[in-house]
């Protein structure tokens, strides 16, 4: 199976991906897709830090409960408050409206984590 996987974004091996442009952190197509139906979404609150490679938060499915991993180290500055009505938005948009916090972080961690074509590699 072919997965998106956006050239503007920056990968954790652990299907995380962080958008520098706005600082969201969402799940990638293929955990999405591994996961199955998303039916709940436990994430931080505003004002609270996560570090980088460290779990911030829990996503449930009907196949399994896995945890989120940090692909950066920052302050949440936004949560995705939609997904706890509609955590189907995870499945149905993993790159745009199913995007799960915002943080304010520093680029320097970029260099830690896989660009798209290495991400795409991992998961081939």
Do not use: C
């Not at 920052?74 to 948009?93: F, I, Q, S, W």
């Amino acid at each position: 199976m072919n997965f998106e996987t956006p050239e503007d974004l920056h990968y954790l091996d652990s299907h995380e991906w962080v958008r520098v442009d706005d600082g969201r952190i969402g799940i990638t197509d293929f955990a999405q897709d591994e996961l199955g139906d998303v039916v709940f979404v436990d994430l931080p609150d505003e004002g609270e830090s996560v570090a980088a490679g460290e779990a911030f938060g829990v996503v449930e499915s009907i196949k399994a409960v896995s945890d989120l991993y940090a692909p950066v180290s920052g302050t949440v500055t936004a949560t995705n408050d939609a997904l706890a009505d509609e955590p189907e938005r995870l499945n149905d948009d993993p790159y745009g409206e199913g995007w799960l916090i915002e943080v304010e972080f520093d680029e320097s961690e970029l260099a830690e984590l896989l660009d798209a074509a290495a991400y795409a590699d991992q998961i081939a």
